[in-house]
Every structure is written in C-alpha cells, then in structure tokens.
C-alpha cells in the first residue's frame, strides 16, 4: 500500500529556504497515472495548493507562490520535493505532501504533515 | 485563478441531514471533490467525481453539482462527521492548477 512520509526541518529562520521532502514508500514516484503536489495548512487556517509536479520535471506552481517555489523529483531515491525561497511568518504552516490522480484531478493520499515554523 | 466560496460555519443535529456548497466558475467544468478533516489529522477524501465515496466513506454521504455549485450532504449525521470539509477543483484557467474552497466548520448538536 502506497504510502508518503514529510520530512525536513521543523524550524526556518525568516528570510532563508525551507526544503521539505516526501517519501513515496510502497509505489513509484516515476509513475505515470498521477502528478504529485503539495499543500500547506496555516495554523487555524485552510488549505492552499502549493503547487504539482509529474515524475519527468512538469511542474505547476500556485501564482501566489510561483516566484519563490521550486519542486522536484527524485527518482532514484523515490522521492519529491519541495523548495520555499525567502520565507516568512506567513509561511509557518502544516506542510503536506500528496498524490494527486488524473482522473478526476483530487488528492486521493496524503501523507501526515509536517509543521513548518519560521521564526528567528 | 479560480475561487471556491464555502460557508464557514454550518451546525446540525444528531441524526439530521445537512448540506454544505461550494460555489465556483470552475465547478462549471470540472467535479468538486470533498474532504473531511478532523483536528490534528490529514484531510481524508469523501467524495470525488460525479457521486464516488472511496472506499470506507459512509453512504450517508453523497455529493451532487448544478451550475456553479457542487453539494455535500450527509444524511443521518453523525457525531463523528463533527469536522472541517473543503472543497477542491481543478482551475478552469487554462493550466491544471488546484484550487480550494475555504472551509466549513461542520458541528454536530
């Protein structure tokens, strides 16, 4: 059973890159019926589309987001990541990486989150 | 870029039917996709496509559209459906993008 896992570090000083990574365990990231994507969560707040990527680079990033984002995969290690440029306070959120299937374009797996805080 | 408008608070009774909409331009192409998100934990998907529960969801939810807005109802509310609910579609601006709605906090009298 396919499986994604967060990791990265859970403190970010403001202005640095935060970097996260997600482990796609029981499956392959190189698959070719689904993107994958992440989505982040602010403390007491909704979600927001972070961006998608597909195994062979394509990747689609949130306006909002787009000039500070970067995501890609990693295919010898099964793995996507994301990168997040010059963070702020504003970025302190719940961080969730997910698989995002064609069909009907949704989320269908997401892995447990991990918390990202900027603070100095 | 798209935006999916959701009331933020809605309350039902034990055992009562409750419907929560998501309205959109992009729900006029694409399906809205539900999930539920309870307190410290993943959001966990509903209901997908036209009407498709995953497996494990209970039938007591079901989802429809019409126009601009997409519905989730559950029927017989439970203690345990007590959660946030989102909405999600694709962008209808030309790149597949995600958009999501803001959230209806669901309480369960």
């Known amino acids: 059973q396919l499986q994604l896992q967060e990791s990265g570090p859970g403190l970010v000083k403001p202005s640095e890159t935060m970097s996260l990574t997600c482990t796609v365990s029981g499956g392959s990231v190189s698959s070719s019926t689904n993107y994958w994507g992440w989505i982040r969560q602010p403390p007491g707040k909704g979600l927001e589309w972070i961006g998608s990527?597909?195994?062979?680079?394509?990747?689609y990033y949130n306006p909002s987001l787009q000039s500070r984002v970067t995501m890609f995969v990693d295919t010898s290690n099964n793995q996507f990541s994301l990168r997040l440029r010059s963070v702020t306070a504003a970025d302190t959120a719940v961080y969730y990486c997910?698989?995002?299937?064609?069909?009907?374009?949704?989320?269908?797996?997401w892995g447990r989150g991990s918390l990202v805080t900027v603070s100095s | 870029s798209s935006e999916l408008t959701q009331d933020p608070g809605v309350s039902v009774a034990l055992g009562q039917t409750v419907r929560i909409t998501c309205q959109g331009d992009?729900?006029?192409?694409?399906?809205a996709t539900w999930y539920q998100q309870k307190p410290g934990q993943a959001p966990v998907v509903v209901i997908y496509g036209k009407d498709n529960r995953p497996s494990g969801i209970p039938d007591r939810f079901s989802g429809s559209s019409s126009g601009n807005t997409a519905s989730l109802t559950i029927t017989g509310v439970q203690a345990e459906d007590e959660a946030d609910f989102y909405c999600?579609?694709?962008?209808?601006?030309?790149?597949?993008?995600?958009?999501f709605g803001g959230g209806t906090k669901l309480t369960v009298l």
């Open positions: 990527l597909f195994y062979s680079g394509s990747t």
């Open positions: 997910a698989r995002l299937l064609l069909t009907y374009w949704y989320f269908d797996l």
């Open positions: 999600s579609s694709r962008d209808n601006s030309g790149d597949p993008h995600v958009v």
């Open positions: 992009s729900l006029r192409s694409y399906y």
